[in-house]
């Protein structure tokens, strides 16, 4: 009974320096997110999944890229890391539906990442 | 597009009394989703309370209830009985109508509440 799992928690990468934040969740659900969260800024949309092999721009998409080869997985890469996306990063997956059950997002823990 | 504004940027509240967060938002949909959610030193989230739009009956978990006024946009939430655990960052959100492109949350910019022992 997993929920959302975030991997890795902690990262400290260089400027120009590449690296991948796995989110894998066990709940079956189609849509899944990935969020930034910056001091007082609330939490930002980078790029969303409605489902299999789909992916979607959110608010904030430019330096990121996403894929969602596996339902149960989906993936956020920075292919050059820059200071500006030192933050905290959070998954999210939640079911598609009508009910307001299908609307409630189940988040991971959150990944910080800096970039010096 | 859809805006969450939270205009408190912290709260603080003595243990046992009452408080009221405030959220405003602005949508051109009828229909929609509305949520607290809490987020303690730990950095989960986790969800408060949700109220759907079209209910009228405002939505109520124990200690924690909300103000809904549709007309004026407006989505408060009240903690009674405030306890030391409910110190944490609260966030409210908005989610629109069913279709994909506008299932996504909206979160405001959260407001951080000190309970006060």
């Known amino acids: 009974n997993a929920g959302v799992t975030q991997t890795p928690k902690f990262r400290v990468l260089k400027t120009g320096q590449s690296m991948t934040l796995l989110c894998a969740q066990d709940?079956?659900?189609?849509?899944m997110y990935w969020y930034r969260q910056d001091p007082g800024m609330g939490l930002r949309l980078i790029h969303y999944?409605?489902?299999?092999?789909?992916?979607a721009k959110g608010e904030v998409p430019d330096g990121y890229n996403v894929s969602r080869l596996k339902k149960q997985n989906f993936l956020l890469g920075l292919e050059s890391a820059a200071p500006s996306q030192t933050s905290v990063y959070f998954c999210?997956?939640?079911?598609?539906?009508?009910?307001?059950?299908?609307?409630?997002?189940?988040f991971g823990a959150g990944s910080r990442l800096t970039v010096l | 597009a859809q805006t969450v504004t939270q205009s408190q940027p912290e709260m603080s509240v003595q243990e046992a009394e009452t408080v009221t967060l405030s959220c405003t938002y602005d949508?051109?949909?009828?229909?929609?989703?509305l949520f607290w959610y809490k987020q303690p030193p730990s950095r989960q989230m986790i969800l408060v309370i949700r109220?759907?739009?079209?209910?009228?009956q405002n939505a109520t978990e124990n200690r924690f209830s909300v103000n809904f006024q549709k007309a004026a946009k407006s989505f408060s939430l009240k903690i009674s009985d405030s306890q030391l655990g409910d110190a944490a960052m609260y966030f409210c959100?908005?989610?629109?109508?069913?279709?994909?492109?506008?299932?996504?949350?909206?979160f405001g910019t959260g407001t951080l509440l000190a309970v006060q022992p």
């Open positions: 999210a997956s939640s079911f598609r539906g009508h009910d307001s059950g299908a609307n409630v997002l189940t």
């Open positions: 709940m079956n659900h189609e849509y």
């Open positions: 999944s409605v489902g299999e092999g789909t992916t």
């Open positions: 949508t051109s949909e009828s229909d929609y989703y």
């Open positions: 109220q759907e739009a079209y209910k009228q």
């Open positions: 959100a908005y989610r629109g109508p069913y279709g994909g492109a506008t299932n996504k949350l909206i």
